[in-house]
């Protein structure tokens, strides 16, 4: 059974924020996490509950960071970017995606 990926509306900005062959690699990437949810790392402390996928584009490394919802079957990724500052960007990302707790996402 397949897992379905949502991205959240700041991913999908940071999504079409990428060059095209940046794009190119994250579609790749994510991708993989409709029958591999569990393919990125798993994250500590703060992130604690949370994956991180890592893809490389000839500009650099970049990571994408995401929940597995099981009782969705579902991916919901909040933030794709560069490696630069990703954690630190995660947390913040986090706490709010945390808040909101939409049954939807």
């Not at 060059?19 to 690699?25: D, L």
């Not at 990125?40 to 991180?52: C, D, E, I, M």
């Not at 969705?72 to 933030?79: D, K």
Request: glycine share 8%; with cysteine; proline share 4%.
């Amino acid at each position: 059974m397949t897992y379905d990926i949502r991205l959240t509306k700041r991913a999908d900005k940071d999504f079409s924020q990428l060059g095209k062959v940046e794009k190119q690699k994250a579609v790749q990437a994510l991708g993989k996490l409709k029958n591999e949810p569990y393919a990125g790392h798993t994250l500590f402390g703060k992130l604690s509950g949370v994956r991180s996928l890592e893809f490389s584009a000839p500009g650099g490394a970049y990571r994408a960071a995401y929940v597995v919802r099981e009782d969705l079957r579902r991916c919901v990724v909040f933030l794709v970017g560069p490696h630069e500052n990703f954690y630190a960007l995660a947390e913040r990302r986090y706490e709010a995606l945390k808040k909101l707790q939409k049954p939807e996402a």
